[in-house]
């Protein structure tokens, strides 16, 4: 399979606890993109990673939430102490380097994590 | 309210109809996406279409882009069953350019055979 990977895609955690969330690129793609969704609504933008580099985490809370890509492996959002509200699902989208009048992303099939 | 806005919200059409979905954004932008979700899905890629760009087509895909008046519109023509799923409508805005996607709420398309 050469599209985005994501895992777990099923994620429950009780309040507290910590959530890591784990996303493999497309081959060839060197820039990560993770977005939250809620129940019935469009995606919003987290953050945006290149290799070992934090592009723009403006769409992330301050708090709790970390995202990294680091050189061997793949990218992982992390979520400490996680509350009710942290509930959603997640997707992470992959995209070639960035040209002149962009790339589309490419999205994996999300992880859906659940806050008892 | 919010950039990449579609609308109708929810679409019920027959099999075989043409489906058109609309979408109004505010920033000006780089290029305009539009993804297809089924239901506990990821977002697949449909169509990306450019600034300078005014019309483009991709099998019974057409989708339009007015920069004046800061619209798009996707038409599924001869559409299946299968058809049926989200679409959402993406923009990748000239101020933060390739650093992310600000998406509308989606449009609901229900086919029926």
């Known amino acids: 399979n050469a599209g985005v990977m994501q895992n777990p895609r099923h994620l429950v955690r009780r309040r507290g606890q910590e959530a890591r969330l784990r996303c493999s690129p497309m081959?060839?793609?060197?820039?990560v993109y993770w977005y939250r969704q809620l129940p019935e609504e469009g995606l919003k933008f987290m953050v945006y990673?290149?290799?070992?580099?934090?592009?723009?985490e403006s769409g992330m809370p301050k708090e709790r939430f970390s995202a990294e890509f680091p050189k061997e492996g793949p990218s992982i959002l992390r979520i400490q102490q996680v509350v009710r509200g942290d509930s959603a699902a997640y997707f992470c989208?992959?995209?070639?380097?960035?040209?002149?009048?962009?790339?589309?992303?490419?999205f994996g099939d999300g992880t859906r994590l659940s806050i008892l | 309210s919010q950039q990449g806005e579609e609308d109708p919200q929810a679409l019920s059409i027959q099999e075989g109809e043409n489906a058109t979905m609309n979408c109004s954004y505010k920033t000006s932008i780089n290029n305009l996406q539009w993804y297809r979700q089924n239901s506990g899905r990821g977002l697949v890629h449909l169509i990306l279409?450019?600034?300078?760009?005014r019309e483009k087509h991709s099998g019974r895909l057409r989708v339009t882009l007015d920069t004046s008046k800061k619209s798009s519109s996707l038409l599924i023509t001869a559409s299946r069953a299968a058809d049926t799923a989200s679409y959402f409508c993406a923009t990748d805005a000239e101020e933060t350019s390739g650093s992310r996607l600000t998406f509308g709420e989606g449009t609901q398309l229900t086919v029926n055979p």
């Open positions: 081959k060839g793609h060197s820039h």
């Open positions: 989208a992959s995209s070639r380097k960035q040209g002149a009048g962009g790339q589309p992303q490419h």
């Open positions: 279409i450019r600034s300078n760009e």
């Open positions: 990673l290149q290799k070992e580099n934090i592009i723009d």
